[in-house]
């Protein structure tokens, strides 16, 4: 049972105990420990209003919403976690005992109203497993740190429901999503979470009441979303959201390619493979899976003949647009967006041992960055294991790695070259100006075609005759050089794999 409570979060409990008020450990923190997971926050319960919690803690508290809620800075003791790496101390919550008026606008109560007793609080709450309360119990001993015993308030039956794994409302379902529609989401988010089941009732209601979900502000539907992306079955949950009826109104484009068949080279459809692909992503990047569930967006519009022998040109550039519709909708950050979109737009790259060369590696990492090449290749992974390819990492993609490994450090970019501009000023005595760029690319074209080149005399030596050309020229051999090969390569794809 309850093993271990952390140190700073008993000694806020004892000290708001001790100047005469109640205090529990209370909602998702109270669900970790039953199931001997570490929660990802902490939060207290109490009759102390805002200003007694403050004054209980002088110096080490703030207040600044409306919700009751009071910061409490305490030692740090949260295990280490990349989104708050930066903190020099961890906050537990206190928040006032609280029971919820009306929420006219199904999004947030219209002011927050103060309870009396604990049980009015656990009854705001929104699932059985997240409704529990834990005090500490003194027994007529002293209460420090290792001696403290606890004792569990359940008034729903939530210890039950987390021992069958079960996701239900505290009360009745339709009421509570009437409330407050994220829920319904949170239900959806825990159920890939932690893998439990979502009560017949609570999902028949999540069905009745989808539509609310458009009331609820695009930045709480976007975290929600985003930790069952992040969580250990992305996929389950992105397909409860499907059966739920919710994802129609958060995400439509992927419904688009509900039954919607491929070719033959594929078993599903393009819905159940980008389900697949998700299940199957071996990153645990939120970019990486994203990426994965979304590369194939554009297909049902791309989509061009039926049957076996369909074509989907340019599903993957047509995606990247869609991509960063989809994305920029939900408000995730610019990082997040340019990242995921550069990974569906280039999610077709080709890559055939036999008849690619370190050149086209080069020029792989040239176009994508050398940083992203390894998210790129596991999303090649989860696209072929989503389609029920076999092979987890064929060895082509094997190889692909051990590639770039190879040519990680020749050049790929300007910066990378032998030689600098100040030195074609030099050596060719030419003044600053576009030309000096134009031969560094046109040097940097070759080089990537081959790496030997990149010697500084010869760069000179090959300088001094590009020099004779003039600006125009330059570019449209450098251009030459790199895309239109790169063309070539995309057209020699299409033909032969005219597109899984
Ligand atoms: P986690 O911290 O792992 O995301 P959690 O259950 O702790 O999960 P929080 O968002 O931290 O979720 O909320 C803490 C508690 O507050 C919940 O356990 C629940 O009791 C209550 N709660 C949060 N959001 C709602 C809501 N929309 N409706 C009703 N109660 C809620
Ligand atoms: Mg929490």
Redesign the pocket.
Known sequence: MIKKIPKPAIEVLEKIEKAGFEAYV????V??LIMEKE???W?ITTNAKPEEVLKIFPGDSFYENKFGTVGVKVEKFIDSDTLRDDREKDVIEVTTFRIESKYSDRRRPDKVKFAKTLEEDLS???FTM??LALKISNDGQKTSGKKSKFKIVDLYGGEKDIKNKIIKTVGDPNERFDE?A??MM?AIRFHAELGFEIEKKTLEAIKKNSKWIGHIAMERIKDEFA?IILSDNPADGVDMMHKAGILQYVIPELERGVGVSQNRHHIYTIYKHSIMALRKCPSKKLEVRLAALFHDIAKPQTKRGEGEFATFYNHDHVGARVVEKILTRLKFSNDVIQKVKLLVDNHMFYYNPDEVGEASVRRLIKKVGLENVKDLIDLRIADRLGSGTPKAKPYKLRHLEYMIEKVSHDAISVKMLKINGNDLMKGLGIKPGPKIGAILDVLLAEVIEDASKNDREYLLARAKELNTEDLVKLRTMAKEKIEEKKEEEDKEIKGKHWVK
Not at 26 to 29: D, L
């Open positions: 209370v909602g998702g923190c669900r970790d929660p990802r926050d939060d705001r709450r929104d997240n409704a407050d994220l829920r949170r930790k």
